[in-house]
């Protein structure tokens, strides 16, 4: 970056710290998805909504390249920042500003972590349904960019479900005040377009009642395809489940030998269910439920809020466990129609088998979500050559499924090299101009997600 440039930054109104050192920005460079990497040129970490305007104005005024930077919990690298881009950190802006548990309506910064917030709701008697499984780690604002879902998103929705107002600022039309109701079709193309339109700086929540009750339950099965099965069984019998988990032999395998949670090491297909509501109502679906599941030949086991707990905080270790079976891996996540679950996962097993590489599956089920991951040594770039040439055919599989690319993750770089085998030429070119029209110098995130090259000569 040139001087010149770097003086601007510096002089940004309130005066934000600027990280230069490489030292430093090799952090950076980095998000939670394995094998991707950039070299940021400077990273602004804001702390106020004007820190973000002048930062993205300076980048345009100079073509720079930007991007917003939240937990960096992105596993399709949309948070891995081209060579020479300007990142703008979001993680000093952690505050609630409003909260109003009377009108179940909150203001937060970007920068919140998502289950800092939750717990906070909670705290006060509300709950904030969107649940990543990086809760721990993830921001709100990362979450609007992605529109994160969780295993409470097929009950109580994705974060698009919750989001009822925004403040974003864009390359070409500044900062924006969007309110949902008066201008939904704006809101709902920021949300989910990761970063690529602008930054996320204020985000307006919708809360909901805690429910009251809830019962857990894990059913095994023989293998994966049985257990997918029964998931389809489960959703179309009219039961609501809070949270329906599936993982494969694999998984529980690594999460068993990262710590004795005490899962059936002998399942070939284990569903995580949570049924949640008012205490007569979680009791009949519990019947209902555990009728299917011991009919459907499922080994049964109840628990305790206590142990659930426990089992929950495994779920959303699944991730860093797996490194107990190989030291990385490239995570899927393609959604399909829950008759095509058991098919699809088939047919991963199989293209996992002809390409010799270890896929683990697992996934929210309820949503119809499957994450297969590519777990390989990266000192054996034979293993790592074959784990990634499957990336396309997952791709393919969920697409065949009927079922699409993403069903939480976002395209980012990972799955953006796809993404017209998902959508016809006219589609693609309705996007690239949706693009341009918030970002016409294609400075926000570039190469993450949206169709970059012309797909007809006539634009
Ligand atoms: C262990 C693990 C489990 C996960 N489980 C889930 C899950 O259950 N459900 C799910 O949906 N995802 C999951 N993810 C993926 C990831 O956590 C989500 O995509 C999350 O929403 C990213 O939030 P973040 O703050 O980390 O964003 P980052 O990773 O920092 O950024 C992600 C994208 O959002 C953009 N962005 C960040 N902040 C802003 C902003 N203020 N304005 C505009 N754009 C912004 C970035 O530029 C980037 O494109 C998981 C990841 C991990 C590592």
Sequence with gaps: MNPALIAQLRRLGGAPQVLLDPDELVAYGYDATMGYRGAPAAVVMAETEAHIVDALALASAHGLPCLARGGATSLSASAVPPDEALVIDTNRMRRITDFDAERRRATVEPGVVTRDFRDYAAARGQFYAPDPSSEAAATIGGNVATNAGGPYAFKYGVTRDAVIGLRVVTPRHGLLSLTRGADDAVIDLIIGSEGTLGIVTEVSLQLRPLPSHRSVRAASFPDGESALRVVAQIMASGITPAKLEFLDDITVESLERSRPWGFPREAGGLLLVELDGDEADVREEGVALDKLLRSAGGGMDSVDPVRAERWWEARRGITASLARIRPAKIGEDICVPYSQLAPTFAAIKQAADDADVVVAIFGHAAD????????????????????????????????????????????????????????????????????????????MNPGAMWPTEPVEAHQ
């Design 368 to 443: 119809g979500t499957l994450h297969p991951n590519m777990l390989y040594d990266p000192s054996d770039q034979e293993e790592r050559d074959r784990a990634f040439s499957l990336l396309p055919i997952v791709a393919d599989a969920g697409l065949a499924a009927g079922g699409i690319l993403s069903g939480e993750h976002g395209l980012g770089r990972v799955k953006q090299p796809f993404i017209d085998r998902a959508y016809d030429p006219p589609t693609l070119n309705a996007m690239r101009r949706i693009k341009r029209a918030f970002d016409p110098d294609n400075i």
